[in-house]
């Protein structure tokens, strides 16, 4: 197959999405497939075999790390010089807008996924009024698509409550590679408490953006003597984070990648993860590959990967109690700690970039198989 994917964000910028979309291209084009991916300009040509046509954009007020890509004519030659069989739209916003018209311009079949929980982002940036109209344009994008993709049961619950029709579930997927228990390290253990590698370590590793309610975080760091914080990542709202973690045993790690940021799990003693906008949680699993005990909200995606008390803990996020007890809990653990550790270790190895980009695959072959008509089954 000749699969077009458009997409509001790509490498170089690190994300879950971009995370799930750059495994997916790899093992699209090891299958066999050719891949060509339209996405905001970020000096790409080429990723894994698959053409990558940069659209220029400018960065989004609100959120500096995401550009806003528009389309422009000129897509249009080149995506008839790609010829595809078939067109997927990721999270469609601006750029995705584009391959929807195309997809009906030139009578090529559609399919969209949605990653990004954005109507319960908008409380986070004081835009909640709007979250009814967002909604609507939401399902007027999506249900052009014969086949919506999501990555959990509860998205595919709530996008259907909101009348987007034809919903299924993309499974999840992780590196279980690159993401294990064996890079556990004292040295990494010194490193994200800046020299105090026998203190309790609690980590978050993602974005740091309002939505994922970091702030939160800080009660739980209070209540565990001596324990230290490690956040790894960026984002528009690091310097916020910084003036609220202030007088904390909190270090701003920054980006890591490869095995140091697998090392950076597998060496923690806690992940914690209160945000309640997730349509996955990507790190989860992540975390979880390491060995790493996961704390995370009850809410959105997290229920598909973490089972209370088996391989992880899951507190509610009204309860302001929650994420607390559930860290003292588990810090608190001695041989359940490490069946903990072992039970998530079997989970992730449940769920590989292979087998997910396999049934993406199935997918794209039974939107084909069907043909346009199928939107309107």
């Known amino acids: 197959m000749r699969i077009a994917i458009f997409t509001e964000t790509f490498l170089p910028k690190v994300d879950g999405i971009v995370t799930r979309l750059k495994h997916t291209v790899e093992y699209l084009q090891s299958f066999g497939n050719e891949v060509c991916v339209f996405c905001p300009e970020g000096g790409l040509t080429e990723y894994k075999g698959a053409k990558v046509k940069g659209v220029s954009g400018f960065p989004l007020p609100l959120y500096p790390e995401l550009k806003l890509a528009f389309p422009r004519p000129s897509m249009r030659e080149a995506i008839e010089d790609f010829d595809p069989d078939l067109i997927h739209v990721v999270n469609p916003a601006v750029l995705g807008l584009g391959g929807i018209y195309y ?222 007890t559930a860290t003292q809990k588990l810090l608190g653990m001695k041989a359940e700690k490490e069946l903990l550790r072992q039970n998530a270790r079997v989970e992730a190895e449940r769920w590989g970039w292979e087998g997910a980009t396999r049934q993406l695959e199935r997918f794209y072959i039974e939107v084909l198989n069907a043909g346009i008509g199928a939107i309107a089954a």
């Open 103 to 324: 997809s009906k311009a030139l009578n090529i079949p559609l399919v969209a996924s949605y990653h990004t929980h954005l109507p319960k982002y908008l409380e986070h940036y004081n835009l909640g009024l709007l979250e009814g109209v967002l909604w609507e344009l939401l399902k007027a994008m999506h249900n052009q698509a014969a086949i919506n993709l999501c990555t959990s049961t509860a998205m595919q619950q709530e996008l259907t409550e909101h009348e987007i029709e034809r919903v299924r579930v993309w499974q999840r997927g992780v590196d279980t590679e690159l993401f294990r228990p064996d890079l556990r390290s004292e040295e990494m253990r010194s490193r994200l408490t800046q020299g105090h590698p026998e203190a309790p370590i609690l980590i978050y590793i993602g974005r740091l953006s309002a939505e994922k309610e970091i702030d939160r975080i800080k009660p739980v760091l209070e209540s565990i003597p001596d324990a230290r914080l490690a956040l790894v990542g960026d984002g528009p709202y690091r310097e916020e984070l910084e003036e609220h973690f202030e007088g904390t045993p909190t270090h701003f790690v920054g980006y890591l990648a490869g095995e140091e940021l697998g090392a950076a799990y597998a060496s923690a003693d806690a992940f914690i993860f209160p945000s309640r906008t997730e349509t996955l949680g990507l790190v989860l699993l992540e975390a979880m590959a390491a060995g790493c005990p996961v704390i995370a909200a009850d809410a959105g995606g997290i229920p598909d990967i973490v089972t209370n008390g088996v391989n992880g803990f899951m507190f509610d996020p009204a309860d302001e109690q929650g994420a607390i």
